[in-house]
């Protein structure tokens, strides 16, 4: 890698880490890999979201080897949301996001967002907890939220950057960590690949 190289690949099809890492300055490649991310018996949040993270960097980096591509960092994350031991992933149907906002609801949750960084056999892992409070929602929020669109393809069935922004009262921790990257945590990491930021 050159000194001014600031290409990566990026395992994730999510806009938002994309548009965290552009405005970091990195230069991406997409590269698509597919896995189970069920959750396994009794893994904790923190687990789940740390061995998808790594899971999606293997992955990812047995395309670029299989396809001969040029070596370069790769980084995967992955977001979930837990409240009281329970992992809420995206809803399945309307009905599933409407039981996850209810439960939201007036009280706090944890939005955890694990980065893995891989290149060659080097890898590197960090994970963001934030707490998101949610002031209480009538039902007439959580449906005018449904009815938006914007629950279906997030953790937690909402979206801290989108319409749901208004949903919450106060975080503790990364706000961009909500948003599916940390930008803290992904700049630690990808300086550990020589990468620098001002």
């Not at 548009?19 to 923190?46: K, N, T, W, Y």
């Not at 980084?75 to 949301?81: R, S």
């Not at 998101?132 to 914007?150: A, W």
């Not at 629950?151 to 989108?162: L, M, N, R, S, W």
Request: net charge negative; proline share 5%; hydrophobic share 40%.
């Amino acid at each position: 890698m050159t000194a001014n190289d600031t290409r990566i690949y990026l395992s994730s099809g999510s806009p938002r880490r994309r548009e965290i890492l552009e405005q970091l300055g990195m230069h991406l490649e997409r590269i698509h890999a597919d896995i189970d991310e069920s959750v396994r018996p009794g893994e904790s949040a923190v687990a789940y979201t740390e061995r998808l993270a790594r899971s999606k960097a293997e992955a990812g980096w047995q395309v670029v080897v299989s396809c001969g591509l040029p070596s370069r960092p790769l980084l995967a994350a992955d977001t979930t949301v837990a409240m009281d031991g329970e992992i809420f992933g995206k809803p399945e149907n309307a009905d599933d996001a409407r039981r996850m906002l209810r439960a939201f609801s007036g009280r706090s949750h944890q939005a955890i967002t694990s980065v893995a960084v891989r290149e060659g056999d080097k890898v590197r892992l960090k994970t963001s907890v934030t707490e998101v409070f949610f002031r209480p929602l009538s039902e007439q929020d959580i449906e005018r939220y449904l009815d938006s669109g914007e629950p279906f393809d997030k953790a937690g069935a909402y979206g801290i950057q989108g319409k749901a922004s208004v949903f919450v009262e106060r975080i503790h921790g990364s706000h961009s960590g909500v948003m599916g990257l940390p930008i803290f945590e992904t700049a630690a990491l990808l300086s550990e690949f020589g990468f620098q930021f001002p």
